[in-house]
């Protein structure tokens, strides 16, 4: 759905008969230069070749114009015409982008074919979408107000916006009915001169969409995975970074917190992913059930796919193209989320262009603008008063895959300045099945402080001193594995093996979970919670066993350790109530320990 706005001039006719605004005279790859006929501005966009493919001006220099195409060059020659817009590089925000598919400059993909013709335009939607007018005639229509709701049978009912840029009076507003999202429903006099207002409007994906205020974060984006809501948290509006190396499960981790995660709407952007990857997502979330709703997940879904083998400038694109999208739908006082796999693959678009620009390489070749492109789009993420006076936020997650699993190369090194959620996945981990293979020691939130009430307020006061216990509990089994492969783990002393028992006991019992678990795949705020506390009362009753005497062997061989084990599989959200009968059997299997040691005590003494 890429748009070059409203621009009558912009037809076939006109570029089939007109003068360039400009010609080619170089080229390469997704990279040429023009010289120009009529003057040119940065990030312009302009149709280039006798096939219009999409272009934008990325640096002008006299009469010459560089400029980036974001579509298949083949073909094109020096003498081909370049033609202007007068208008920067937008999209179009309305109704009907829930539940579609688009490339990565936001073009329709069909579901059974899966490329779109080069040069395609954006054509009229036909479709009707019952339209409520919320203002009348005479109102005053204040920048980013709603003035209307839209009504679909297939998706939420969604908020008719004012562009960001207009205001004025309402001259007229169409009745309650079914209009298409191009039709003129609404008439302003701005300050003397007309605007006509759709539903839909048109943004430049480059520029961020203004707000009234930024808010500090409140509350989670909740998303079902233990490791993430009670360990390491990310806000509401936040920022989250997910690197690890192929094959450590970042693209089902992110599939599995689209599904999951309490967002009102969901844009997910493959950005150079793998066409086999990509087919797998646009096959699936079709079928997908929302668990929220009952409903399927694509009606609050927006999915952008961009595989590697699509025009490397379309990549870098995409990552904008998807944020706009994203600050649409946060306008409109909604939660949403992002999942962005993977920048590293967008950064390696950056890289190839600067490149072909002749531009001097930084670390590892990367241009030397790389950390400031990173923070343009990590800082898009917000928690905001809306210029219509709704609280939105938009939480941006991205997945990050540096080569060879090195975390200390430049994509990985500049996103860590910019979020502040930390996910390391680790290779080992996955290697041993251990999924999500986060690695706890090598993942850290910045949000923790800020989320402490969320828990209070739910019922977990304790939640910040059980997560500190539970991470200290795996800081110190790390260390102590290491002394075990020296000595051996028998060496160790009772207090440094109940440490290794009850560590074993967080990873297999909390830490993991599976995605393809029926029952263990989600897990809410209440049972993450009680499961916790179950742990929780387990180290603190074993403790008091082992300094009573009780060997870890004769705990570790308790039936009840693998009931612990099996919790989350066996304990289903429907079945909460069974975690106190879990409780008061724990009491009971440590009070009997106790009372067998104060026996033999009293025996040896007699």
């Known amino acids: 759905m890429i748009t070059l706005g409203k621009i009558p001039a912009m037809t076939d006719k006109r570029n089939a008969t007109a003068r360039p605004d400009a010609v080619i005279n170089w080229i390469s790859g997704p990279v040429l230069r023009a010289t120009t006929e009529k003057p040119f501005h940065l990030s312009e966009a302009v149709r280039v070749g006798r096939l219009q493919l999409l272009g934008e001006v990325i640096r002008i220099d006299g009469n010459e114009a560089v400029i980036q195409v974001y579509e298949d060059t083949t073909g094109l020659k020096p003498g081909d015409p370049v033609m202007t817009t007068g208008s920067e590089l937008s999209v179009k925000l309305g109704p009907g982008l829930l539940g579609n598919i ?6 329709p993909l069909d579901r059974n074919h899966k490329f779109v013709r080069p040069g395609i335009r954006q054509a009229v939607n036909a479709r009707k979408f019952t339209f409520k007018p919320l203002i009348k005639v005479g109102d005053e229509a204040r920048r980013g107000i709603v003035f209307g709701s839209v009504h679909r049978d297939d998706a939420r009912v969604q908020r008719c916006l004012t562009p960001p840029d207009c205001d004025g009076r309402v001259v007229s507003i169409k009745p309650e009915g079914d209009y298409s999202e191009d039709e003129i429903v609404c008439v302003l006099d701005c300050h003397g001169s007309v605007r006509e207002l759709a539903m839909s409007h048109f943004w430049p994906i480059r520029q961020p969409r ?4 930024r808010v500090p974060i409140k509350g989670p984006l909740f998303t079902g995975q233990r490791i993430l809501d009670s360990l390491f948290p990310i806000g509401c509006g936040s ?3 997910m690197p690890g190396g192929f094959g450590t499960g970042k693209t089902v981790l992110q599939e599995t917190l689209a599904k999951w995660c309490d ?11 793998r066409g086999n990857e990509m087919a797998g997502v646009l096959h699936e979330f079709p079928s997908l059930e929302d668990p929220r709703t009952g409903r399927p997940l694509m009606e609050r879904t927006v999915i952008i796919a961009n595989t590697s083998n699509m025009p490397v400038a379309a990549r870098e694109a995409s990552i904008y193209t998807a944020v706009t999208v994203g600050e649409y739908f946060r306008d409109q006082g909604l939660r949403v989320a992002l999942m962005a796999d993977s920048t590293s693959r967008w950064a390696e678009a950056l890289r190839e262009i600067s490149g072909r620009l002749g531009e001097l390489p930084g670390e590892a070749g990367y241009p030397a603008y790389l950390g400031s492109r990173q923070a343009d789009f990590y ?34 090194t500049n996103t860590k300045r910019y979020v502040r959620c930390f996910w390391g996945l680790d290779a080992a981990l996955a290697q041993a099945r251990f999924y999500p293979a986060i690695h706890p020691l090598q993942s850290y939130s910045r949000d923790v402080d800020v989320l402490k009430h969320f828990w209070s307020q739910n019922g977990h006061p304790s939640w910040d001193s059980q997560r500190q216990r539970f991470l200290a509990l795996l800081e110190d089994q790390a260390r102590l594995e290491r002394m075990a492969r020296i000595i051996g783990k028998d060496a160790l002393p009772p207090g440094q093996q109940h440490v290794l028992m009850c560590a074993e006991l967080i990873n297999e019992s909390f830490l993991r979970q599976s995605a393809f678990s029926e029952v263990d795949r989600y897990c809410s705020a209440e049972r993450q919670s009680i499961m916790m506390k179950t742990i929780t009362r387990f180290i603190e009753s074993s403790k008091t066993a082992v300094d009573a005497g009780i060997s870890i062997e004769t ?18 959200e429907a079945d909460l109530d069974k975690f106190e009968d879990l409780h008061v059997e724990l009491d009971a299997v440590f009070a009997r320990l106790l009372q067998e040691i104060d026996r033999e005590a009293v025996a040896d003494e007699s």
């Not at 967002?263 to 992913?273: F, K, N, Q, T, W």
């Not at 917000?382 to 997945?399: E, F, K, P, R």
């Not at 705990?555 to 350790?561: F, N, T, V, W």
């Open 102 to 107: 688009y490339d990565g400059l936001l073009r």
């Open 210 to 213: 203004p707000v009234k205020s």
């Open 239 to 241: 920022r989250a970074a």
């Open 263 to 273: 967002a009102d709407v969901i844009i997910y952007v493959g950005c150079g992913e």
């Open 379 to 412: 800082e898009r993420a917000s928690h905001v008063y809306t210029q219509a006076d709704m609280v939105g936020s938009l939480t941006i997650i991205g997945a990050v895959s540096p080569p060879s699993a090195d975390f200390s190369e430049p994509v990985t």
């Open 555 to 572: 705990i570790s061989s308790l039936p009840i350790m693998r009931r612990l084990m099996r919790m989350g599989e066996e304990i289903g």
